[in-house]
C-alpha cells in the first residue's frame, strides 16, 4: 500500500481513487451484511492517512454508495468515514423501468447525504436500459445533474447479461435517438466545479 502510495504520489498529476463502492448494498463481500460497518470505516481512514503520510496529496478520496434501495440497501451514515477523509462523494444509480426518474433514482440519497456532509456529488456510475424510452430517461438524468447541482457523472458503458441489473448499458450501440440526447445533454451540462 506504502508503494502504490509512493507511486501516486510521484505521478503528480491528480488522481480520483475510490474502493469498496457500494459497500451499503449486499452483493459485494465488503458490504452490508458481509462487514460490520466500523471495519469499514476504519480501512477507508487508514488507507487515506496512509497516502497522506506519504505525501500522496493529489489524490480526491471519492466514497461511493449505491442509490438507496429500501430493503435492499444499508443505512449510509453508517459506513460514512468522515468530511476529514472524503473529497467527493459518488451515487450509483441506474434507470432500469420505464417510471424512473432522476428523483426516484437518487433524490432521497442526495438528500441523506445531505444531512451529515456538504461534499460535492458525482453521479459515479450509472445508465439507461434499452427497454425503456431511453431519449426522455437520458435527457431526465441530464437535468437532474444539473438542477442538482453534481459534479457530473460516469456512464457505465458496459455490456452485461443476466437481468434488470445486467444489460447492454452502451451509448454507442443504443438508437440514433438514445445518443443525440446524450449528446445534448453532455453538450448543454454546465458542470459545477468542486469547492476545494
Avoid: C
Avoid at 492517512?49 to 505525501?55: P, V
Avoid at 458525482?122 to 444539473?146: C, D, K, M
Wanted: glycine content about 10%; charged content about 15%; proline content about 6%.
Amino acid at each position: 500500500l506504502r508503494s502504490y502510495a509512493d507511486s501516486v504520489r510521484d505521478f503528480g498529476d491528480a488522481v480520483v481513487i475510490g474502493f469498496g463502492h457500494e459497500m451499503n448494498a449486499p452483493w459485494y463481500s465488503w458490504g452490508y451484511g458481509h462487514v460490520a460497518p466500523q471495519t469499514f470505516t476504519a480501512a477507508w481512514r487508514h488507507i487515506v492517512t496512509l497516502f497522506r503520510s506519504e505525501g500522496a496529496y493529489n489524490v480526491t478520496w471519492l466514497w461511493t454508495v449505491n442509490a438507496d434501495e429500501p430493503g435492499t440497501t444499508g443505512p449510509i451514515t453508517s459506513w460514512w468515514p468522515g468530511d476529514k477523509y472524503v473529497s467527493w462523494v459518488g451515487i450509483d444509480g441506474f434507470y432500469t423501468r420505464p417510471s424512473d426518474t432522476f428523483n426516484k433514482i437518487f433524490g432521497a440519497t442526495i438528500k441523506q447525504i445531505g444531512v451529515f456532509s456538504n461534499k460535492p456529488i458525482l453521479i459515479s456510475e450509472t445508465a439507461v436500459s434499452p427497454r425503456v424510452n431511453r431519449y426522455a430517461a437520458i435527457s431526465n438524468l441530464f437535468h437532474g445533474v444539473h438542477s442538482s447541482k453534481a459534479l457530473g457523472l460516469m456512464w457505465f458503458d458496459i455490456t452485461q447479461h443476466g437481468g434488470i441489473t445486467h444489460q447492454d448499458w452502451r451509448i454507442e450501440n443504443a438508437t440514433p435517438l438514445a445518443e443525440q440526447a446524450f449528446q445534448l445533454g453532455a453538450h448543454n451540462l454546465h458542470l459545477v466545479p468542486p469547492k476545494s
